[in-house]
Structure formats: C-alpha cells, structure tokens
Nanobody, 123 residues
Framework: VQLQACGGGLVQPGGSLTLSCGNT????????VGWFRQAPGKEREFLAT????????SLADSVKGRFSISRDNAKNIVYLQMNGLKPEDTAVYYC?????????????????WGKGTLVTVSS
C-alpha cells in the first residue's frame, strides 16, 4: 500500500476543500482508511475513518457536522470533504491505511501513512 494525499491549499474561513487519498498501488481495497491532521507543536489528531467498504464511518467530535469521509474503491480513492473551515483547522493533513477492515481512532491503529498535504485557513 502506498498512499498519497492531495488537495490541500489556502482557503478562506468558511470555505470548503476536498482532500483525496489515493492508493498508488493497485492492491485490494480491504483496508480501513483514516484521516489525521497535525498542527505545529501539537500531536497528531484523529479526524475520520471509513471501513473497507464504506459501510462504517466515524468522525471526531471536533469535525462532526463539518467534515465527511467517503471512498470510491473502484478508483482506490478516499475523500475527506471539509466544509465550514476555520483558522484552527490549519494543519498538515494525513491519510493512513489500516491492516484491518474497520479503522481505529488512534494513529497506532494504522500501518501505512501517506505524505501530508497542507491546509491553511486564513483570510
């Protein structure tokens, strides 16, 4: 599994972004995938996870109602839709794949990590 996150950038407060996490190797899509973020000087924070078939999702309380996670296994892509962005959402965003079919809410539950993509929310 080789992951690559993309879609970050500069967005104004209240704006939206969609991050994509691609699996650059054409392997089976039976891994749960999670999204995390890390702001300077802070620990890596869980945001969302989705099971291998998309049937089970979980979101951190801090982003419920604003973020959503989905996946397209035919394309080997997992998405993180972010709406109502706030300056405190500024961070490097990472996607990660688990060895399990249902994801965890801690970084230790994920085996493979992609390079992060920077999201900056500022006017």
């Amino acid at each position: 599994v080789q992951l690559q996150a993309c879609g970050g950038g500069l967005v104004q407060p209240g704006g939206s972004l969609t991050l994509s996490c691609g699996n650059t190797r054409r392997t089976s899509s039976n891994n749960a995938v999670g999204w995390f973020r890390q702001a300077p000087g802070k620990e890596r924070e869980f945001l969302a996870t989705i099971s291998w078939n998309g049937g089970i999702t979980s979101l951190a309380d801090s982003v419920k109602g604003r973020f959503s996670i989905s996946r397209d296994n035919a394309k080997n892509i997992v998405y993180l839709q972010m709406n109502g962005l706030k300056p405190e959402d500024t961070a490097v965003y990472y996607c990660a794949a688990s060895l399990r079919s249902i994801g965890a809410t801690t970084p230790q539950g994920y085996r493979y990590w992609g390079k992060g993509t920077l999201v900056t929310v500022s006017s």
